[in-house]
């Protein structure tokens, strides 16, 4: 039975599961609805959370309807979140999919941080390891073939990940689950679609235990590259030297055998393809530069200079409660910090303190990396005026522009850090009780 391979599915996690609420990623397709039923069966303690992106009309407001009615009849605490996905999409310059997934995993984080939840369950089973494979092999990314999908990686859990399809869809079946269908999963525009659709059904055919055995391969891959990964990582400690940003790799590196597997991995890291990687140990031209979506290599006589993009790498976000004041965070190249203080002098847009009326604040309040569209009425002015354009007048370079969080909250945006605050929450004689913001910054 399904209940009883959940309970066995870790020992460790099973205490942890019992000992505190976690949050189910419930969209109300089969896998999701059986892990919300199985949960209840377990009696673990938990909350759901689902969000409609508003791309299937009629079809996503049915799911939703489906599963506030599992919550309400379940008596579960549910938070439903309904982006503009197509806006955020089209705003940061990316597919429609990755959109929905980081809207999806920003929400899942915020209900978790927010409700104090230990862990995020998500309904993986076999089926998905298996078409996790054939997509990182056909993007032609052996490691991430082999390593598969864990079955715990930092708060994420997935407890059905040795399950079959077919297994979870007798069981909704038996124990007269109702489930939703998403109708886009049969068409083929997507190479998901294409490897769920047209190879893993013959796969499966010839091969039925194909999901489960790739599972216990998997695991023992993750161990190797993970092994692999921490020797590569002490291996290079003794051939480079760092600076803030910048990491310089002594070109003996490439003298010893491990050296060539070393910087393989290192630049992956970095977000560099293999074949890149390939032309960048066989150069010898100096001066050559290469670049990825997080840093750019350049070749010295002395090796490699390692230049870190900090607009890529610098992306924050913090949401903050009143509860967890006071609170020291650490946000691009500043720690800040923030505490309720007794009513002093007003804070002004200068100097490296802000002072806010807390009991015109809306908790939570969010410290983030800023977006395009930002703008906020400029203390002191009553003028409107865009994030961006504060940035640009401050002569804030493309690389640094990431090192100035944003601190915003529901009511609006209250300021850009070390730059500009907003006239939201301003402190006046009648205010009781101060929100002191105060910050250091490093290297800008």
Same mark, same amino acid.
């Given at each position: 039975m399904l209940v009883s391979r959940l309970l066995?599915?870790?020992?460790?996690?099973? #205490?942890r599961l019992k000992s505190g609420p976690s949050l189910l990623a419930v969209s109300g397709g089969v896998d999701s609805m059986v892990l919300a039923h199985l949960f209840l069966k377990a009696k673990f303690p938990f909350s759901i959370a689902?969000? @409609?992106?508003?791309?299937?009309?009629?079809?996503?407001?049915?799911?939703?309807?489906?599963?506030?009615?599992?919550?309400?009849?379940? #008596?579960?605490t549910a938070y439903f979140h309904l982006p503009e996905t197509t806006?955020?999409?089209?705003?940061?310059?990316?597919?429609?999919?990755?959109?929905a997934r980081e809207?999806?995993?920003?929400?899942?984080?915020?209900?978790?941080?927010?409700?104090?939840? @230990?862990?995020?369950?998500?309904?993986?089973?076999s089926s998905d390891n298996l078409e996790n494979f054939f997509i990182y092999l056909l993007r032609n990314n052996t490691e991430g073939a082999l390593k598969g999908i864990a079955k715990v990686s930092g708060n994420r859990i997935r407890p059905m990940l040795d399950f079959t399809k077919q297994?979870?869809? @007798?069981?909704?079946?038996?124990? @007269?689950?109702?489930?939703?269908?998403?109708? #886009?999963?049969?068409?083929t525009d997507y190479l998901r679609n294409k490897v769920r659709n047209l190879i893993i059904p013959g796969l499966m055919e010839y091969y039925p235990e194909a999901g489960k055995d790739f599972l216990y391969l998997s695991m023992d891959f993750q161990n190797y590259f993970e092994n692999k990964k921490k020797n590569a990582e002490e291996f290079l400690k003794t051939y480079w030297r760092s600076d803030g940003n910048k990491k310089w790799i002594s070109a003996e590196i490439l003298q010893h055998n491990m050296g060539s597997a070393a910087l393989n991995y290192f630049f992956r890291e970095k977000g560099f393809h293999k074949n890149t990687i390939a032309k960048m140990l066989a150069s010898k031209r100096i001066g050559s530069k290469f670049s990825s979506a997080l840093a750019d290599v350049m070749l010295e006589p002395a090796g490699f200079c390692v230049?870190?993009?900090?607009s890529k790498i610098q992306e924050v976000e913090f949401i903050i409660s009143e509860t967890d004041?006071?609170?020291?965070i650490e946000a691009g190249k500043f720690e800040i910090t923030l505490e309720e203080k007794p009513l002093g002098n007003e804070g002004g847009e200068f100097g490296e303190y802000w002072q806010f009326d807390m009991d015109k604040l809306k908790f939570p309040l969010v410290i983030r990396t800023w977006k395009i569209g930002d703008k906020m009425e400029i203390f002191g002015s009553g003028k409107?005026?865009?994030?961006?354009d504060i940035l640009i007048d401050a002569k804030v370079g493309i690389s640094s522009k990431n090192l100035h969080p944003v601190l915003d909250s529901s009511a609006g945006i209250l300021g850009l850090t070390a730059l500009k605050r907003s006239n939201l929450a301003k402190v006046s004689g009648e205010s009781k009780r101060i929100l002191a913001i105060k910050w250091h910054i490093q290297n800008i």
């Open positions: 066995q599915f870790d020992k460790q996690f099973q #205490s689902h969000v @409609n992106f508003g791309l299937r009309i009629p079809d996503a407001n049915l799911d939703l309807d489906l599963v506030k009615e599992f919550c309400e009849t379940n #008596s579960i806006k955020y999409a089209e705003e940061k310059g990316i597919s429609i999919q990755m959109a809207l999806r995993y920003h929400f899942f984080e915020k209900c978790m941080v927010e409700n104090h939840l @230990n862990y995020l369950i998500t309904a993986h089973h297994e979870i869809v @007798n069981y909704a079946t038996a124990n @007269n689950i109702t489930w939703r269908e998403d109708s #886009s999963n049969l068409k230049m870190d993009k900090e004041l006071p609170l020291q409107h005026k865009k994030l961006s």
